[in-house]
């Protein structure tokens, strides 16, 4: 009797390892900063988080473990940190762009647009990461930029942001 307990034992856990080995996925909030609050965005997302979205959801992190990513819409500044306590999201990762243009020219001595990034804890607010990604000139117009400028700026800004979630405790 003892060993058919032993031997069912052994098999009900031979037979859950490959579940216990499973990493829960990290839940992300993504979110995209907007300048003024009557901006619409197209999606309304944002172009750069839209794209963000689709590159990290391909991406598996160093433990094995996925990215369950919210996509929120576009916020301004004051409104992320209420909407990211409503929703309750562990991780942010908090996009904005720096353009160097203004509708007449470019500033003088600054002739690089931006991607910005932060990764911050939701329940503290303390930031663990931040980056950056230069955009060729010009590449967001009237505010909506294409796919294809959109890509490498993105997939630049994917490497970064998985690598500082490969940090996290």
């Known amino acids: ?4 307990l032993s031997a069912a034992l052994v098999l009900a856990l031979l037979s859950a390892s490959p579940l216990l080995s ?3 996925p990290l839940s ?6 907007k300048p003024e609050s009557w901006i619409q965005y197209d999606p309304p997302a944002g172009p750069w988080a839209a794209e ?10 160093r433990s094995g473990g996925t990215l369950e990513i919210t996509v929120l819409a576009a916020l301004t500044e004051k409104d992320v940190p209420p909407e990211v306590r409503r929703l309750q ?4 990762v908090q996009l ?6 203004w509708p007449g020219g470019r500033y003088v001595g600054d002739d690089e647009d931006s991607i910005l990034f ?3 804890n939701g329940a503290t607010g303390r ?20 796919e294809t400028l959109l890509a490498a700026p993105c997939a630049a800004l994917t490497q970064q942001i998985v690598k500082s979630l490969n940090k996290l405790p």
Do not use: I
């Open 89 to 92: 999201c562990r991780w942010v």
């Open 1 to 4: 009797m003892f060993r058919r």
């Open 28 to 33: 992300l909030c993504l979110v995209q900063t």
């Open 118 to 120: 932060s990764l911050w």
């Open 52 to 61: 963000l979205d689709k590159q990290l959801s391909t991406q598996k992190l």
């Open 22 to 24: 499973q990493h829960a």
């Open 96 to 101: 904005r762009f720096h353009g160097s243009f």
């Open 127 to 146: 930031t663990v990461a931040d980056g950056a990604s230069l955009v060729r000139p010009f590449a967001v117009k009237n505010r909506v930029a294409s």
